[in-house]
């Protein structure tokens, strides 16, 4: 398939194994982040997202923490399967703004 | 199958020429958003629009514009295209302006500028 080609941080993990994927993001006034997946050929693809107002969500095998403090951003993955390979970013908007601004993605690398 | 297409999958185009790339956002949805991801850039946002009107402007090229038709679907046109346009360029729709609740992404164009 087709990739990106950026040089992305990646992420090695044994299938069955917890993953943690994490992100800072830049701007203190944002206030609503989303991670997304994506594989090779297509579109990102909505995983899990979070209000400023929380710290942490829950989805089904997926948790995003959020650390406004130091303006940090998690997603753990529970149980990783090699279904899991893929892109991950995580990405926020500013003042509820339908505009995202992505980071620069991590590469989830599953070893059966 | 997102629900939002694009069209078409691939294209292969000569510097110095204009191309036009299209998207169907999910039915119901009244946003559609323009986002360009390169090899050194990742995913940039270029533009949106909400049920006909520009909303938001990134940072997008003047040599580059878009348009939203009254039946939603929207055209995004790149002109004078130079080596460094290639890239895959996504499409979103959304049934808001405001927050992207429901923010779905179509599976995009490769452009390659030869």
């Known amino acids: 398939g087709e990739s990106v080609g950026l040089h992305l941080p990646t992420l090695s993990v044994q299938e069955g194994d917890n993953s943690i994927i994490n992100c800072a993001y830049s701007n203190s006034a944002s206030d609503y982040f989303i991670w997304y997946k994506q594989e090779s050929g297509k579109g990102p693809q909505f995983i899990i997202d979070i209000r400023s107002n929380m710290d942490k969500r829950q989805g089904q095998r997926v948790t995003v923490l959020l650390n406004k403090t130091v303006k940090h951003l998690s997603l753990q993955i529970a149980a990783t399967q090699p279904g899991d390979s893929a892109v991950y970013f995580c990405?926020?908007?500013?003042?509820?703004?339908?505009?995202?601004?992505f980071g620069q993605g991590t590469e989830l690398s599953v070893k059966p | 199958d997102s629900g939002v297409t694009q069209t078409p999958k691939h294209l292969i185009t000569a510097t110095g020429q204009r191309v036009t790339l299209r998207c169907s956002p999910r039915?119901?949805?009244?946003?559609v958003y323009w986002y360009q991801q390169s090899l050194d850039q990742g995913l940039q946002f270029l533009i949106q629009y909400y049920n006909g009107e520009e909303r938001a402007k990134g940072n997008i090229l003047e040599r580059f514009s878009a348009q939203q038709f009254p039946d939603l679907h929207s055209e995004l046109n790149l002109s004078s295209l130079e080596l460094g346009d290639s890239a895959l360029y996504f499409c979103a729709s959304s049934a808001t302006a405001g927050l992207p609740y429901g923010y779905t992404f179509g599976s995009g164009t490769r452009l390659t500028v030869v």
């Open positions: 990405a926020e908007t500013v003042n509820q703004g339908g505009k995202l601004i």
């Open positions: 039915s119901g949805d009244l946003s």
